[in-house]
């Protein structure tokens, strides 16, 4: 079997939740929705979560990847009221979509952690559910609340090692892996109990209970289950903590997938001369973009309200070279900038950028601005098409092949008549793409880069700033176990071993008052272009180090058109939210010359 896809979003008391629909060419009654973990697991699992969604299509099960209102690419912030309601809202949506779509006569959720006590609650709250397939879900709100905490209580330390640490968010609040959740939706989920929490309806489909790696949660949910007259099947599963560990290392969970298709071939049936969803690219049936919505209905245009005004989104799609890249465009109605903005990953971070920043910058400067916001996922990241996990490693993100998808996004703002310039923003390997594409492109005026790894890429860069630690830093076991992988360590041993000595040397010595000559005639071309705008590390980034040793950071901070900072946090993704509101003050105090010397214009 075969399946397409579609991005669209649905309306959810007026805050879209966007989602992806895989729907299977030859479909079973059965339609599945997976709802995600939440934050940087979320984060993480995206891609992977992508591939278990075709597998179960091809299986004959449409299935709808949900994105949770104030995450992702759906509307809201995290400290918007009622998200414990309105995520249950979002899942009863997406089961009549489901229905409507593909006309299944059941639908299954798929949770994962936060996702499975929301499916659950939705379940018990009417939902139109059938079975609930719940991976990794704690019994209580309490349970997911106390993991976060001692998480949080671990990671928050080492951001502010050897500086002052900012004060603690809010009391009553909980800040995670760069992820926020207000006090009101961490009162909600304390008091939440699912073993408490009954089923009125049932579920004629069942409950499948896998748990977390082997770790055995709490019998409590089971044996409510059963009171209730509900068939329950408990199994393990293996692989949670390899599918959320890292977004470039995430593993598809094989043996989760195979058991989960077992479950659900036990109570479905092939539903033959039902009509297939939507291919991708077609709008659904019923609901023209951008027109009114009922509750729950699937739109192709999303509308939100954020702080700065209105804002449209929808999704696009851009071939490039035969691989679908994925993005989402955000506009304001009523008026437009003639520079649109261009947002790239941060590694394997899909578009929406690290710990969500990059949708909160779109939103302000279509908002604010006019400016038309392209977020864009390239190949093998996020939505796009290519391989689900090919950058295991950083030297295939740096591929000069993926200039021209990068690009591609101009000529896609270009074609639709929206833009005819553009500004690039990125963070790491985001960061590098957004600087060559602006020396290589006339039509892009500025780039805003934070904590670039590279200014140019090649395989002995990375080996050889583990060595550069190991001789210039004090030795730390401890620090060592941190920093450096066995991976890592097997890398640099390998290109030691592979390196002249007389080139080790000199490349240990590259950071003193000479950087090589490639990279010299990159920030010269980059000097005399005048597209830096904005150029930010964090405390312990090494091209920082490389580039204040060489002499060229002072260089830079004297360009006229450049603003260059130092972000005082230990973290290069900036999970800390006070450093992504530094962050976020440095970006737009950057943009702002941009859009002054080319004026708005009424659409």
Known sequence: MTSTTQSLYLDVASEPAFAVLHAAAAARDTAVVICPPFGFEEISAYRSLREVAARLAEAGYPTLRLTLPSCGDSG???????????????????????????????????GLGLGGLVAHRAAATGAPLDGLALWATPAAGKD???????????????????????????????????????????????????????????????????????????????????????AVTEGSGEGYEALIGHPQRSEVPEAVVERLRGWLHGGSRIADGRAAAPVAGTPVAGTPAGGAAVAGTPVVEARMQTPDGPVHETPVEIVCDGVGL?????????????????????????????????????????????????????????????????????????????????????????????????????????????????????????????????????????????????????FDVARLRRAASRQRMAEMARWVAATPRRSLARRHAGTGPAVPARIERLLSELEESGKLRALAFADNEPLEEELIASGWLQRIARWPQATVEHLPVRDHTLRPVVSQRWAHELLERALVPVLEAAPAVAA
């Open 326 to 474: 994925a993005g989402v465009l955000a506009r304001a109605p009523g008026h437009r900038h003639p520079v649109a903005a261009v947002f790239l990953h941060s590694g394997s971070v899909r578009r929406v950028g690290p710990n969500r920043m990059w949708v909160e910058a779109a939103r302000r400067w279509a908002a604010r601005h006019g400016v038309a916001s392209l977020r864009l996922d390239i190949e093998g990241i996020g939505d796009a098409g290519g391989p689900v996990a090919p950058y295991r490693t950083d030297g295939p993100l740096h591929e000069p092949r993926l200039l021209d998808q990068v690009r591609a996004a101009v000529d896609e703002l270009q074609r639709r008549g929206i833009a005819d310039r553009a500004v690039f923003c990125g963070l790491c390997s985001g960061a590098y793409w957004s600087l060559h594409v602006a020396l290589d492109d006339p039509r892009v005026v500025g780039a805003l880069l934070v904590n670039p790894r590279a200014l140019v890429y090649d395989a002995g860069l990375g080996p050889a700033r583990d060595l550069r630690r190991l001789l210039d830093d004090p």
């Open 144 to 230: 997911l609340l106390r993991a976060l905490r001692a998480f949080a209580r671990l990671e928050r330390p080492l951001f502010f090692q050897d500086r002052p640490a900012p004060p603690p968010p809010p009391e009553g609040e909980l800040e995670a892996g760069g992820f926020v959740l207000s006090a009101e939706t961490v009162a909600d989920l304390r008091a939440l109990d699912l073993a408490a929490l009954p089923i009125p309806a049932g579920l004629s489909r069942g409950a499948l209970l896998l748990d977390r790696d082997g770790i055995a949660g709490d019998g409590r949910l089971a044996d409510a289950l059963r009171g209730q007259g509900i």
């Open 76 to 110: 809201g912030s995290p400290r918007d009221p009622h998200r414990l309601e309105t995520w249950t809202a979002a899942v009863a949506a997406a089961a009549r979509a489901m229905r409507e779509l593909t006309g299944a006569t059941a639908v299954v959720a798929f």
